[in-house]
C-alpha cells in the first residue's frame, strides 16, 4: 500500500476558550496550528449538539481523519489477506468502528 502523507499524532477536537474571548471550533494537529472552523457567538451555547452542530461534526470528522485512514488500510491489508482468521476480522473490525465513533460522537 502507498505511503500516505499527512501530519503524525493525535489529532484533536477541541473547543478553544482561550485567546480573542470568542470561543472557537478547532481541530488541533501536533505542530501545526490550529484549524479553526467556527466560533461561537454570544448567543450560541458551547453543547456541540445544540449550536453550531455541522461545525463541531466537521470538527470531529477532521479530527478522527488519520485513525480513518489507518483503520481503512488495516481493514484493505486484512481483507486482502487469504490466512485471515476470525480473531484478525473481528480485530479489523473493531478498529473500524472505534475510528467511526471518534469521527461521529
Given at each position: 500500500m502507498e505511503t500516505i502523507k499527512h501530519?503524525?499524532?493525535?489529532?484533536?477536537?477541541v473547543i478553544n476558550?482561550?485567546?480573542n474571548g470568542t470561543p472557537q471550533i478547532q481541530v488541533k494537529i501536533p505542530g501545526k496550528n490550529p484549524i479553526t472552523l467556527g466560533f461561537i457567538g454570544e448567543d450560541d451555547c458551547?453543547?456541540?449538539?445544540?449550536c453550531k452542530v455541522d461545525d463541531?461534526?466537521?470538527?470531529?470528522l477532521i479530527a478522527a481523519a488519520p485513525e480513518l485512514l489507518e483503520a481503512c488500510n488495516w481493514a484493505v491489508t486484512?481483507?486482502?489477506d487469504t490466512n485471515s482468521t476470525p480473531?484478525?476480522?473481528y480485530d479489523t473490525l473493531q478498529?473500524?468502528?472505534n475510528a467511526i465513533n471518534k469521527a461521529t460522537k
Open positions: 501530519t503524525k499524532g493525535e489529532w484533536k477536537y476558550t482561550k485567546g458551547l453543547v456541540p449538539t445544540c463541531h461534526a466537521n470538527a470531529k486484512e481483507l486482502e480473531d484478525t476480522l478498529k473500524l468502528k
